[in-house]
């Protein structure tokens, strides 16, 4: 098992960094904090738990705080409503290390037993709740839960960044993806990326922002990004829809999707030197982005 070594963030939450990805799995600012306000809050699941069943799709399970804080807010709204949950994760030394009791004691008792089991057992059934975590390759796992024709009301879509891991944020992953969204569902992520957008609507999403708080600062337009098929959505400013028409915005590309994160890479930045969309300091200019 790799050693994976807790840091304090500074909602008083820990995450862990991965030497592999050079990333922090969670923001710096609180990993719980993170878990509420992009992925449960931007899902709506606090009015999704009034029905007496939900579905959940957790793309990255990572500590588990996403799946954790969806299970606080659904079982606040409604203790009977009815979970079921799959997650898709690569490395499950890290379910595994996030069960110490540091990581895990700021959940309700419930949770954190929930939590322990899905790390050891890759499964976990109670009388609410049949979670089902897959280890492998997302590209992969993915393919399965297509296969079996799986549909949620929320996904979590919690990849490492962009840069770090494109073959997560390709048209064609989030294509196999949106399979996976029922109709009125939604899809959030922490990114505001402009080429993550634009794979979004290539894989047929409408998409909208998860809007800052009062006085954002200059340099920050967006919490992420929410997609669905028919549920209504908060506007893209008109800073985020310029941002949509710029290099930026050219979509990372993996059609056998088994491409490395160099080739991945490789091809974006050959359409962007070839694209006569503008540039992004233009755009950073215009609107007076550091």
Not at 44 to 59: F, G, H, N, Y
Not at 165 to 188: D, R, S, Y
Request: charged residues 15%.
């Amino acid at each position: 098992m790799s050693e994976w070594i807790p840091q304090l963030t500074e909602d008083g939450s820990f995450t862990f960094f991965s030497e592999t990805f050079n990333e922090a799995f969670h923001s710096r600012l609180g990993a719980k904090q993170e878990a509420f306000l992009k992925f449960a809050q931007a899902t709506d699941l606090a009015t999704q738990a009034e029905q007496s069943s939900i579905c959940l799709l957790d793309v990255c399970y990572g500590l588990g705080y996403n799946t954790a804080a969806a299970l606080e807010v659904i079982w606040t709204v409604n203790p009977s409503c009815q979970v079921t949950l799959y997650a898709l994760e690569l490395d499950i030394s890290v379910p595994q290390a996030a069960i110490a009791p540091l990581l895990i004691n700021t959940w309700s008792s419930p949770v954190q037993e929930i939590l322990k089991e899905i790390a050891q057992q890759h499964h976990c059934t109670t009388p609410t709740l049949n979670a089902t975590l897959l280890i492998g390759d997302a590209r992969q796992t993915i393919q399965q839960l297509c296969q079996i024709n799986f549909q949620a009301d929320a996904i979590f879509f919690d990849p490492f960044s962009p840069r770090r891991c494109p073959q997560l944020w390709t048209v064609e992953f989030f294509t196999l993806v949106a399979q996976c969204l029922t109709p009125m569902g939604k899809l959030a992520t922490y990114s505001r990326s402009a080429s993550v957008r634009s794979a979004m609507l290539e894989a047929g999403l409408t998409i909208g922002t998860i809007p800052l708080e009062l006085n954002p600062q200059p340099n920050d337009w967006s919490h992420g990004t929410v997609g669905s098929f028919q549920n209504p959505l908060h506007p893209l400013s008109q800073l985020e829809q310029e941002h949509l028409q710029t290099r930026a915005a050219i979509a990372y590309h993996d059609r056998s999707l088994s491409d490395s994160t160099e080739t991945i890479l490789q091809r974006q930045t050959q359409e962007q030197q070839q694209s006569q969309q503008e540039s992004t300091s233009s755009w950073r200019r215009r609107w007076n982005i550091p």
